[in-house]
Nanobody
Framework: QVQLVESGGGLVQAGGSLRLSCAAS????????LGWFRQAPGKEREFVAS????????NSADSVKGRFTISRDNAENTVYLQMNSLKPEDTAVYYC????????????????WGQGTQVIVSS
């Protein structure tokens, strides 16, 4: 079992930055791929970024490449999403997710989810 708790969301002006954190419980955190997804009002949940259990490989959506960076600290059981150059279209609830031995883009393959943290980017 893995429990995930996100933090770091808030209100920011366009062009600003935020860093989201996701604290995980569980002894085998280092075996899990971790992903960030987001869901805007009236839209489906979409993939943002993911990171391999070792941290050596990452994936990111085209819409955030060059602006968002995912990282993890297995010693602290925490995954981060650094978001720079934020745009109003980044406004959404951001979710952290974990999957055993998977770090792809499919939300269906992530077994554990956090409660989400709201990000609002004003223009």
């Amino acid at each position: 079992q893995v429990q995930l708790v996100e933090s770091g969301g808030g209100l920011v002006q366009a062009g600003g930055s935020l860093r989201l954190s996701c604290a995980a419980s569980g002894r085998t955190f280092s075996r899990y791929g971790l992903g960030w997804f987001r869901q805007a009002p009236g839209k489906e949940r979409e993939f943002v970024a993911s990171i391999r259990w070792s941290g050596a490989d990452t994936n990111s959506a085209d819409s955030v490449k060059g602006r968002f960076t995912i990282s993890r600290d297995n010693a602290e059981n925490t995954v981060y999403l650094q978001m720079n150059s934020l745009k109003p279209e980044d406004t959404a609830v951001y979710y952290c997710a974990a999957a055993l031995s998977y770090y792809g883009r499919s939300s269906r393959l992530y077994a554990y989810w956090g409660q989400g943290t709201q990000v609002i980017v004003s223009s």
